[in-house]
């Protein structure tokens, strides 16, 4: 089993920053890759970011060049540096992490943290 918690949500003006961060405990050792994804209101839930545990990273296209993810494995905690942040990025973000399971990949995932971008 592996627990998530995000941390670091908020409201924010068009053109801020915002820090996520995600703490990971319980059999971290198994993770293999971690991400964030986001849902807005009726729209689906979609990646925004990946880390896999060799550093190698993913970036949707939208937020390329403006969000950087990064891990640090001595905290068991990964994170989200979103910049230049504008009303889209609007909706719950989670924490995700994938690790084997019985059927294969096992999806885990944080309860979620709420970015609103607004003046």
């Known amino acids: 089993q592996v627990r998530l918690v995000e941390s670091g949500g908020g409201l924010v003006q068009p053109g801020g920053s915002l820090r996520l961060s995600c703490a990971a405990s319980?059999?971290?050792?198994?993770?293999?890759?971690m991400g964030w994804y986001r849902q807005a209101p009726g729209k689906q839930r979609e990646l925004v970011a990946s880390i896999a545990s060799g550093g190698s990273t993913n970036y949707a296209d939208s937020v390329k060049g403006r969000f950087i993810i990064s891990r640090d494995n001595s905290k068991n905690a990964m994170y989200l540096q979103m910049s230049s942040l504008k009303p889209e990025d609007t909706a719950v973000y989670y924490c995700n992490a994938k690790a084997p399971g019985p059927s294969g990949v096992h999806d885990y995932w944080g309860q979620g943290t709420q970015v609103t971008v607004s003046s």
């Open positions: 319980g059999n971290i050792f198994s993770i293999y890759v």
